[in-house]
């Protein structure tokens, strides 16, 4: 049987944000403290955890690194935001409601989806059985359980990107027994300057990581990998970094999802097909000047706060503003002592500049760290989360200003 539930103050604007990811919480936070005092508007924050994932992080979970405890409902504190544990299993846009649990029901006026991404292990047959991924922290403690007890053999991190090179890096330098090999159809840092990219191939080397680039895999066996020529790579474990996908739930839903199931939206971070559904984060198909926005907590930090900036606009009669944003930087750590920072251009393209060594661990280890103290600042000062790189002429859509 199900239960329906209002989302609280009666005669208000429900807002439902689903999912708590750096997107959601930016949002939610952002939208109850810019309306905490009117009283006309109740924000419902639902997340399937109500410890706060810091996503960035897991790739030092899973060799075993504790995470901080970071309560979701604890920071909701004083906003007014009400928060709702529980796992999303369908949008309804017609009924304008959202089931929780399969046994709940939350109606909404205004509904922001934000439900982030997972590896996608649909990409290639056995991945889904044998592969373990980095999807979420219980991943992340399982993949470091499995590690722990091996003792000695060879661990697969198919995936050259960001993910990949951090991961393979991390097991490779707290796990000096194992055999780390990182699998990839481009070269690591393939999308970094020469300098950044050589600085990466070295630390990689120095920690013992073998590279292979130019390896497409196409299956995952339980104890190897194979690639498209047919060669079978031994493998203890196998993690899976290649690509991402989003929660089915959005095209189930009837929203216009792109070909990864992410929300197509407007400028103003809108559904294109439900203009009441905001999307953010890596749930989101958010076009750019420079095309259509990839998945970062640099990036979707502000769509989080935009989202809400633009219900509130809405709320007071208002037009929504388009949504710009130009990337800066890409940090990537190489174990726990080295790491190199790539600034770009809005468009993510590398810049000449990099920051290598211990700067650089200084620099990614303050950038990881700052998003649960930026929320607590917005709690007081909403503001203060309004700030972000807009990315002049790289990011202008033609018709927009
Ligand atoms: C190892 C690693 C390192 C990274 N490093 C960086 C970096 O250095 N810089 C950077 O900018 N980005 C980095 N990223 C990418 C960044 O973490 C993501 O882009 C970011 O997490 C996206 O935020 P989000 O809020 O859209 O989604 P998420 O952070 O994934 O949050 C989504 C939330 O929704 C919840 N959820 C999902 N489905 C449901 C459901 N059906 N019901 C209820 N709840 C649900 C999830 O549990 C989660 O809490 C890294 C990612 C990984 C994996």
Same mark, same amino acid.
């Given at each position: 049987?199900?239960?329906?539930?209002?989302?609280?103050?009666?005669?208000?604007?429900?807002?439902?944000?689903?999912?708590?990811?750096?997107?959601?919480?930016?949002?939610?936070?952002?939208?109850?403290?810019?309306?905490?005092?009117?009283?006309?508007?109740?924000?419902?924050?639902?997340?399937?955890?109500?410890?706060?994932?810091?996503?960035?992080?897991?790739?030092?979970?899973?060799?075993?690194?504790?995470?901080?405890?970071?309560?979701?409902?604890?920071?909701?504190?004083?906003?007014?935001?009400?928060?709702?544990?529980?796992?999303?299993?369908?949008?309804?846009?017609?009924?304008?409601? /959202?089931? !929780?649990?399969? =046994?709940? @029901?939350? &109606?909404? #006026?205004?509904?922001?989806?934000?439900?982030?991404? +997972?590896?996608? *292990?649909?990409?290639?047959?056995?991945?889904?059985?044998?592969?373990?991924?980095?999807?979420?922290?219980?991943?992340?403690?399982?993949?470091?359980?499995?590690?722990?007890?091996?003792?000695?053999?060879?661990?697969?991190?198919?995936?050259?990107?960001?993910?990949?090179?951090?991961?393979?890096?991390?097991?490779?330098?707290?796990?000096?027994?194992?055999?780390?090999?990182?699998?990839?159809?481009?070269?690591?840092?393939?999308?970094?300057?020469?300098?950044?990219?050589?600085?990466?191939?070295?630390?990689?080397?120095?920690?013992?990581?073998?590279?292979?680039?130019?390896?497409?895999? /196409?299956? !995952?066996?339980? =104890?190897? @990998?194979? &690639?498209? #020529?047919?060669?079978?790579?031994?493998?203890?474990? +196998?993690?899976? *970094?290649?690509?991402?996908?989003?929660?089915?739930?959005?095209?189930?839903?009837?929203?216009?999802?792109?070909?990864?199931?992410?929300?197509?939206?407007?400028?103003?971070?809108?559904?294109?097909?439900?203009?009441?559904?905001?999307?953010?984060?890596?749930?989101?198909?958010?076009?750019?000047?420079?095309?259509?926005?990839?998945?970062?907590?640099?990036?979707?930090?502000?769509?989080?706060?935009?989202?809400?900036?633009?219900?509130?606009?809405?709320?007071?009669?208002?037009?929504?503003?388009?949504?710009?944003?130009?990337?800066?930087?890409?940090?990537?750590?190489?174990?726990?002592?080295?790491? !190199?920072?790539?600034?770009?251009?809005?468009?993510?393209?590398?810049?000449?500049?990099?920051?290598?060594?211990?700067?650089?661990?200084?620099?990614?280890?303050?950038?990881?760290?700052?998003?649960?103290?930026?929320?607590?600042?917005?709690?007081?000062?909403?503001?203060?989360?309004?700030?972000?790189?807009?990315?002049?002429?790289?990011?202008?859509?033609?018709?927009?200003?």
């Amino acid at each position: 049987m199900s239960t329906r539930q209002g989302t609280g103050t009666a005669g208000a604007h429900h807002v439902v944000i689903l999912g708590a990811g750096y997107a959601g919480m930016a949002a939610a936070i952002q939208l109850a403290a810019r309306t905490k005092r009117r009283g006309d508007v109740q924000v419902t924050l639902v997340n399937a955890q109500e410890r706060f994932t810091e996503r960035m992080r897991l790739h030092m979970a899973a060799t075993g690194q504790q995470l901080a405890e970071l309560s979701i409902p604890e920071l909701l504190e004083g906003t007014g935001a009400r928060f709702v544990r529980g796992w999303v299993t369908a949008v309804d846009p017609d009924t304008k409601t /959202v089931r !929780v649990d399969d =046994d709940r @029901v939350l &109606s909404y #006026d205004t509904l922001v989806y934000g439900l982030g991404g +997972v590896a996608d *292990t649909s990409a290639v047959p056995g991945a889904d059985e044998h592969a373990h991924t980095l999807s979420g922290a219980q991943d992340a403690e399982l993949l470091a359980e499995r590690l722990a007890r091996l003792g000695s053999g060879t661990v697969v991190v198919a995936g050259g990107g960001l993910t990949g090179i951090e991961s393979a890096a991390e097991i490779a330098e707290r796990h000096p027994e194992l055999n780390v090999v990182l699998l990839g159809r481009q070269e690591p840092g393939a999308t970094m300057n020469r300098k950044a990219r050589s600085y990466v191939h070295d630390a990689l080397r120095r920690l013992g990581v073998e590279v292979r680039a130019g390896v497409e895999v /196409v299956k !995952v066996l339980p =104890d190897a @990998v194979e &690639s498209a #020529d047919g060669e079978s790579i031994a493998a203890d474990v +196998v993690l899976w *970094t290649s690509g991402t996908r989003t929660s089915p739930l959005a095209a189930a839903a009837g929203l216009t999802v792109d070909e990864r199931g992410r929300v197509v939206t407007d400028a103003a971070l809108r559904s294109v097909s439900h203009p009441d559904v905001y999307a953010i984060g890596d749930a989101a198909a958010i076009r750019q000047g420079y095309g259509v926005m990839h998945g970062t907590c640099q990036g979707g930090m502000p769509t989080g706060v935009h989202a809400a900036l633009s219900i509130g606009r809405v709320l007071r009669g208002r037009q929504p503003r388009p949504f710009r944003f130009g990337y800066y930087h890409t940090p990537v750590s190489l174990g726990w002592q080295d790491a !190199v920072v790539q600034f770009t251009r809005p468009d993510d393209s590398p810049r000449r500049f990099c920051l290598t060594g211990r700067t650089a661990v200084r620099y990614k280890e303050t950038v990881t760290a700052s998003p649960w103290p930026t929320y607590g600042r917005m709690k007081k000062m909403p503001a203060s989360g309004a700030f972000w790189p807009r990315g002049g002429r790289f990011t202008r859509l033609r018709g927009t200003k």
